[in-house]
C-alpha cells in the first residue's frame, strides 16, 4: 500500500475510533451553569444534592445566558440555576413579568419551567474605587471623563448597559471587559467604573463602593432553578432533593461561598460539598500550579482535547484533499473553492459555536467537531491544491504515455509526491486545531478550556495556565509527530 494511502487510511481510523458525541442516557440528570463563580458553585450545589437520586452531569460553564438557556431549551441539559431579573427582562423580554407563577406560565409554551427560589439576591450593580467622585450612579454623568470598563453581557444586555445609559443619561463609551479581570483592571486604576454581582466576594477584598441605583433601575435577581417541565416527572426523587434547597442559600452565605473559591482557592465542588455537608468538610489545602495541572481531571481533559483535535483535522482531511485535487484539476473552480473555505476561516469560533448549537439541537461535541473541522479546511484544501500543481509537467507527461488513466496517474503518481506538502497542511490544521479547541470548553465539549474558562471565571492564573500549558504541550507534540512522519516519508522517498 502506497505512503498515501496509508496516511488517508489512519485519518479514516481516527474518525471511527473517536465517538462523536458522547451519548447521552435518558436517566442523566444534566445540570448546566454559566461562566462565573457563582453559577458555577450552584450548578455544582444541584448537582450534588441529586447525585443520591439520580445519574448526574455537570455541564458547567457553558458561556453567556443565550448558549446556556439555548441548550436547556434543545434539551442537551434539563436546569441550570438563573436569576428571576434575567428571566424576565433578558429571556422573556417582559418588564411586567415579576412572579415566579407569571414566569413559570409565559415559559411553559417553550416546555419550560422556573422554580426553587434559594433564597438570595444577586443583582447587578457598578461599583468605583474606595476614593469615587460620587456615590450614585446618577452622579457619573457629571464626569464623562470616567473610564467605564463594562463585561461584554452586560453591554449586549437589555437590562444592563443601554437602558442603564438612557435611564440616568450617560455618554460615556463603555470598553468591554472579562468579569473576572474587570477587579484587577479597577484596582489598577486601567478603568474607573466596572458592573458587578452583589454577592461578588471582591468587593470587600478591594474595598470598592457599589454605587447606590438612586433612580431603581435594577430589578431583583432572585436565584432560582429554571429547568424542563419533563425533568421533574422523569427525575421525582431527585427534584424533591433539589426542592429541599429552597430558600437555603442567604446573601452572606453566597458571599462567603464566593469568597472560598475567588480568594481561598478552594475548587467549586469543594465549595459545593462543604454547604451541603458542613460537618463533614475538611479545610483543603489551596494547590499550585503543578497540583492543578495533574489534578483528577487531567486524563479526562486530556481524552477530550485529543479526540477533538484528532476527529476534526481527520474529518477536514477526508473532505479537504478531495476538495484540494478538484481545485488542481478545475482552475475553473479552484477560486471559488478557496474563497469558500477561507470566508470561514473568518468567522469569530465562539460566534460559530453559539450559531451551532440552535442549528444541531445540542451542545457539547458535535458543534464543537464541526466548528474545529471547518477552521482546518483551509491549510488542508490549500496544501493539497499546491502540492498537486507543484508535481513535474513531465512526469505527468510519462504517464500519460504509458496509458495510465487519470485516477491511476493521481493515485500512482501525484498525490505520493504531493504527499509532504500535504502532510505539511494537515501539521498546520493540527496545530491551530489544538488551540482552537480551548473555546469549546464554553458549549461543554470538554478539553483544557475548561480550565481556562474556570480561570479567567476566577481570576486565578494557575488555573489559566493549568489549561494553557498542556494544550501548548500538546501542539507541540502533535507539530513533532508529524514532523517525524514528513522524516520517515523523505527517508522512504529517497
Known sequence: MRPAQWILLALAACTAWFPLQSVHADDVLRIGSKRFTESYILGEILAQSA????????????????????????????????????????????????????????????????????????????????????????????????????????????????????????????????????????????????????????????????????????????????????????????????????????????????AAAEIDGKSFAAVAQSFLHPASATATASRGLAGKIFDGSFWRLLREHVALVLVSVAMAALAGIPLGVLAAFQPRLRQAVMALVGVLQTIPSLALLAMLIPLLGTIGMVPALIALFLYALLPVVRNTCTGIEQVSPGLRLAALALGLRTRHRLLHIELPLALPVILAGLKTAAVMSVGTATIAAFIGAGGFGERIATGLAVNDNDMLLAGALPAAFLALSIQGLFELAERLLGRRAA
Open 51 to 258: 447525585q443520591p437520586h439520580a445519574r448526574t452531569e455537570h455541564r458547567q460553564g457553558l458561556g453567556n445566558t443565550a448558549i446556556v438557556f439555548e441548550a436547556l431549551k434543545t434539551g442537551a441539559i434539563d436546569a441550570y440555576p438563573e436569576y428571576s431579573g434575567t428571566i424576565s427582562q433578558e429571556i422573556l423580554k417582559r418588564k411586567d413579568i415579576v412572579s415566579l407563577a407569571d414566569m413559570h406560565e409565559a415559559l411553559a409554551p417553550l416546555g419550560l419551567g422556573v422554580a426553587i427560589p434559594l433564597g438570595f439576591s444577586n443583582g447587578y450593580a457598578l461599583a468605583m474605587r474606595a476614593e469615587a467622585r460620587t456615590d450614585r450612579i446618577s452622579g457619573l454623568a457629571a464626569y464623562p471623563e470616567l473610564r467605564l470598563g463594562l463585561s461584554h453581557e452586560f453591554i449586549g444586555r437589555s437590562d444592563g448597559w443601554p437602558g442603564l445609559a438612557q435611564r440616568y443619561a450617560l455618554k460615556h463609551k463603555p470598553t468591554g471587559i472579562d468579569h473576572g479581570l474587570a477587579y484587577e483592571a479597577l484596582a489598577a486604576a486601567q478603568v474607573d467604573v466596572i458592573d458587578i454581582y452583589t454577592t461578588d466576594a471582591k468587593l470587600r477584598q478591594y474595598r470598592l463602593r457599589m454605587l447606590d441605583d438612586d433612580a431603581g433601575y435594577f430589578p431583583r435577581y432572585d436565584a432560582v432553578v429554571l429547568y424542563r417541565l419533563d425533568a421533574a416527572s422523569r427525575f421525582p426523587q431527585a427534584w424533591q432533593a433539589l426542592r429541599g434547597l429552597e430558600g437555603k442559600i442567604s446573601q452572606a452565605g453566597m458571599v462567603a461561598m464566593n
